[in-house]
């Protein structure tokens, strides 16, 4: 349950000015609002929305939230927002956590957020998808070579596709980093360690020449069927079109250690 207040903002710089308005005052709304967010689900309505987001004021004040941005990426009627919240976490402890936002002018729930509630809770929960599947959505280039080798859980392929200092960042905190060609390769030997791939179905690809942002659903982790889950991932390219960073936004248990 993390609202970032920069998000409006985000909502604006697309051109839906009476869309950001009512996120920034939902008593002066003018158009329907709606939007998912991971632990209080889908919210739509102006009261239920303030009544919300004044919870969240108090929520960031106690936990001593502080906001860091990351990156934006930009695509024709969508943006992905990145942030990292630094707050207490479920034991007291500062942690950074990454926090994904979708906003996405041409569907029914335009603003979409995406974070691990691993850190806050203590334990992973289950999200039901937000959006459907497109059979058409594409990630293109290196972002789209490394889903192949994710789907067949193909290590080398995997690897190959970051720069030699690439980084992969997991969902549960800014610090759940694994860098250079060593580290990625242990970290896919053990994510490929459960009987094969990841295969993510595509429900949104957002891409602006650098990054590739894509939201997906997961229903299978090498042998294991996992319940159908939303997440969010990120490609950054680098100078050699490699990907320099990679991120990842979602709450799914993994079946392997």
Same mark, same amino acid.
């Given at each position: 349950?993390?609202?970032?207040?920069?998000?409006?903002?985000?909502?604006?710089?697309?051109?839906?000015?009476?869309?950001?308005?009512?996120?920034?005052?939902?008593?002066?709304?003018?158009?329907?609002?709606?939007?998912?967010?991971?632990?209080?689900? +889908?919210?739509?309505?102006?009261?239920?929305?303030a009544a919300w987001l004044? $919870?969240?004021?108090?929520?960031?004040?106690? +936990?001593?939230?502080?906001?860091?941005?990351?990156?934006?990426?930009?695509?024709?009627?969508?943006? $992905?927002?990145?942030?990292?919240? *630094?707050?207490? /976490?479920?034991?007291?402890?500062?942690?950074?956590? =990454?926090?994904?936002?979708?906003?996405?002018?041409?569907?029914?729930? =335009?603003? +979409? @957020?995406? *974070?691990?509630?691993?850190?806050?809770?203590?334990?992973?929960?289950?999200?039901?998808?937000?959006?459907?599947?497109? =059979?058409?959505?594409r990630a293109s280039g290196?972002?789209?070579?490394?889903?192949?080798?994710?789907?067949?859980?193909?290590?080398?392929?995997?690897?190959?596709?970051?720069?030699?200092?690439?980084?992969?960042?997991?969902?549960?905190?800014?610090?759940?980093?694994?860098?250079?060609?060593?580290?990625?390769? +242990?970290? *896919?030997?053990?994510?490929?360690?459960?009987?094969?791939? @990841?295969?993510?179905?595509?429900?949104?690809?957002?891409?602006?020449?650098?990054?590739?942002?894509?939201?997906? $659903?997961?229903?299978?982790?090498? /042998?294991?069927?996992? =319940?159908?889950?939303?997440?969010?991932?990120?490609?950054?390219?680098?100078? *050699?079109?490699? @990907?320099?960073?990679?991120?990842?936004?979602?709450?799914?248990?993994?079946?392997?250690?």
């Open positions: 349950m993390v609202w970032i207040p920069q998000i409006p903002d985000l909502v604006g710089r697309l051109g839906a000015t009476e869309l950001a308005d009512a996120l920034r005052d939902p008593a002066t709304a003018t158009v329907p609002v709606a939007l998912d967010d991971p632990e209080a689900g +889908r919210i739509s309505g102006v009261a239920v929305l004044a $919870v969240q004021d108090t929520w960031r004040a106690e +936990r001593k939230a502080e906001i860091e941005e990351v990156a934006t990426t930009f695509g024709e009627g969508r943006a $992905v927002g990145e942030w990292v919240v *630094h707050l207490e /976490g479920a034991e007291g402890e500062r942690v950074g956590l =990454p926090v994904a936002v979708a906003v996405d002018l041409a569907s029914a729930l =335009p603003v +979409r @957020i995406h *974070h691990s509630r691993l850190p806050l809770l203590g334990r992973h929960a289950v999200r039901r998808p937000m959006v459907p599947p497109d =059979p058409s959505a290196v972002a789209g070579a490394y889903l192949a080798a994710l789907g067949a859980g193909d290590t080398a392929a995997a690897v190959a596709a970051f720069a030699p200092d690439g980084t992969f960042r997991g969902p549960s905190a800014d610090t759940d980093r694994c860098t250079g060609t060593e580290e990625l390769t +242990r970290l *896919h030997d053990t994510l490929f360690s459960a009987g094969g791939g @990841i295969p993510l179905t595509l429900c949104t690809v957002t891409e602006d020449g650098e990054r590739s942002a894509f939201e997906y $659903v997961v229903d299978r982790w090498g /042998g294991a069927e996992l =319940p159908p889950q939303p997440g969010l991932a990120v490609c950054v390219r680098g100078a *050699h079109g490699l @990907i320099a960073s990679a991120r990842v936004y979602d709450d799914v248990e993994a079946p392997v250690e």
